[in-house]
Every structure is written in structure tokens, then in C-alpha cells.
């Protein structure tokens, strides 16, 4: 079911970035209910595991680098899903879910190994949306100040998409892209306040008019 699903998401090339977000997205939907159709259970399992992989690709270089380099031979790309595999077994050893390694087994053989972020990102959300959570993320230049990101954690706990959820997660993302203020994402809304968004405004007005 996931190799298949996963598979077909890959019927086209020299994708955008838009286009690759799409595409991540069917692996991720591909993921979901391939876990779900199992357990719960299973789709808890498979969560922990895409979460442990995440932290280890962007915390070791050499795990960012193979799934970074679609290039690798298929003995080099064995050698690095046995690398991944071992991050998602976890300080117990336990045994990887076939859907993870179905899922990196798929992205490795379409050279799609540098959607994992985004397939796993969007795993997460579908994840949440199931459980009922929602999860606020503030991206920031800098990390915000306690009592600023309290008062914004308090405000956007009584917006009406958080009164629906069951429970709201409110994190703070580090981004020094944004210059200044603030981006705001929850659910499938987006409140740009940052100096990067007026500043790139600026230069759409000033293009206009020349």
C-alpha cells in the first residue's frame, strides 16, 4: 500500500519548491494511512520514529549529507538507510516499523531523499489534525522574549481555531530570514507580520513602478 502510493507520487520531474511541497505530501498522506490502517498504535510508533530521524538528519552531518545526495550508488545507499534504521531503533533497539523503512526504501530509490524533512513535517501535521491537536508555530528572528511569547501563547489560545482543537502546542522557530516581527502558522493559515515580508512588498511596489 505505502510503496505503491509512494511510488506514484513521483510521476514527474525538475519539480519547484511548491511542486516539491505537493509532492512531499503525498508520501506523507501515502504514510499516514498506511500506519493508521494497521493501529493506532502503529501510527504512534511511526511518529516516534520519523521524529527520532528528523532530529538525527539535521543534527548529524553525515545523515544530512546521504539523504542529501541523490547520486549515491546502491551500495552507498544501503549502507545509509542501515545508518538510518539504527537512529530510529532508538537506545532500546527496537525493532523498525516496515512503514518506515518502506517509506525511506521508496524516497531512497526515486532519489527522493531530500523530501524526508518535509514528508515527516507533513506526517506530523496529518498526525495532529487526527488527535485533534493544534500546533502554532511563531518563527521569530531571534527567540522571543518570555513574557512576549506568554502574552502571544494567550491570545492565540482563544482564537476560534484553537477553542475547536483539543489541544493546542505552541512553539517558537528560529529564523533569521524574517529580519524582524513575527510569522505565525496554525493549521492551514499563515499571519506573515515579519520586516522580511514588508521589505519584499517594497521591492514589488518599487518594480511596478519603475
Known sequence: MLLSSARAATASAGLGRRAASSLALKYSNAVFNAALHKSPQTLNKVQSELTALSSAIKSVPELNAFVSNPTLSANDRIS?????????????????????????????????????????????????????????????????????????????KQSQAAQKAKSVKVANKINPAVLGGIVVDFGDKTIDLSVQSRVTRLNNLLQLSV
Open 80 to 156: 545509509g538507510l542501515s545508518a538510518l534504521y539504527a537512529v530510529a531503533e532508538g537506545p532500546k533497539k527496537e525493532p523498525v516499523s516496515d512503514i518506515t523503512k518502506n517509506l525511506f526504501v521508496v524516497l531512497s530509490e526515486n532519489g527522493r531523499l531530500g523530501e524526508a524533512h518535509g514528508v515527516i513535517e507533513g506526517f506530523n501535521e496529518l498526525v495532529s489534525q487526527y488527535k485533534g491537536e493544534l500546533t502554532v508555530t511563531i518563527t521569530s528572528a531571534a527567540p522571543l522574549p518570555s513574557d512576549i511569547q506568554r502574552k502571544l501563547e494567550s491570545s492565540l
